[in-house]
């Protein structure tokens, strides 16, 4: 079975600051491993996703997220925060039968 | 750009009604997924469709929720009776294949369900 953890439901960030978002998973099989965005009363939006290969991804809007295998790890990181970027972040992983195991979510504020 | 479709948008029902939610996947998806997103919390996946068979169903509460695809393209989710522990939002979602773990999951704009 596979879950993700993601801590702090709420991250402000100054407009311009680093954002960064932790996900550690857990799998018991290699994982596959993804980034969505929601915004207010709409659905995901896919912002990155881990297969195989080069484990630095990047996405969408200036993000990416470097999977470590040794820190059972997927972070999420922007280098600099944009208003555009207040939203939820959730994060996801899957084995071999696509069924996504989502976290809790991240609450993305941004301050002016 | 093509995208899921889901109706209504939002819906708002007594305890002890029926309410039936209806989703269009993106053309030529095979799989599609039933969703439910409680407040505050990541989504829950209730039902997996392969083209019309359901492939997973295991946290779908069989006593009160069904789901079918019968032709394989669109797909209906209905609550009967609702309870006051069913107000969230409902996703759809939908991918090409979905029998592979890297296949990306395209989601609609969602059902927010309030149960009074």
């Known amino acids: 079975a596979q879950s993700v953890t993601q801590l702090g439901s709420h991250v402000s960030v100054s407009e311009g600051a680093l954002v960064l978002l932790r996900c550690n998973y857990s799998?018991?099989?290699?994982?596959?491993l993804f980034w969505y965005v929601q915004y207010p009363n709409q659905g995901l939006q896919l912002l990155l996703k881990?297969?195989?290969?080069?484990?630095l991804v990047k996405g969408i809007n200036g993000f990416e997220a470097e999977f470590k295998k040794s820190e059972t790890s997927f972070h999420l990181t922007k280098p600099s925060a944009h208003m555009s970027d207040a939203a939820e972040y959730f994060c996801?992983?899957?084995?071999?039968?696509?069924?996504?195991?989502f976290g809790k979510g991240n609450q993305v504020v941004v301050i002016p | 750009e093509a995208e899921v479709a889901q109706s209504p948008r939002y819906k708002i029902t007594e305890k002890s009604q029926a309410v039936a939610f209806w989703c269009d996947p993106i053309?030529?998806?095979?799989?599609l997924y039933w969703y439910r997103q409680i407040l505050g919390q990541g989504p829950e996946l209730l039902v997996q469709?392969?083209?019309?068979?359901?492939?997973?169903d295991s946290q779908l509460p069989k006593d009160r929720f069904s789901a079918e695809r019968l032709k394989g393209v669109d797909s209906t989710l209905k609550i009967q009776p609702a309870e006051l522990g069913d107000s969230a939002m409902y996703l759809c979602?939908?991918?090409?294949?979905?029998?592979?773990?890297?296949?990306?999951?395209?989601f609609g704009p969602g059902t927010r369900l309030t149960v009074l």
């Open positions: 979602a939908s991918s090409l294949v979905g029998l592979v773990g890297t296949d990306t999951q395209y």
């Open positions: 799998s018991s099989v290699p994982p596959y």
């Open positions: 881990y297969t195989t290969g080069a484990t």
């Open positions: 996801a992983v899957s084995g071999g039968n696509n069924r996504l195991a």
């Open positions: 053309s030529g998806h095979a799989t």
């Open positions: 469709f392969q083209d019309e068979s359901v492939v997973d």
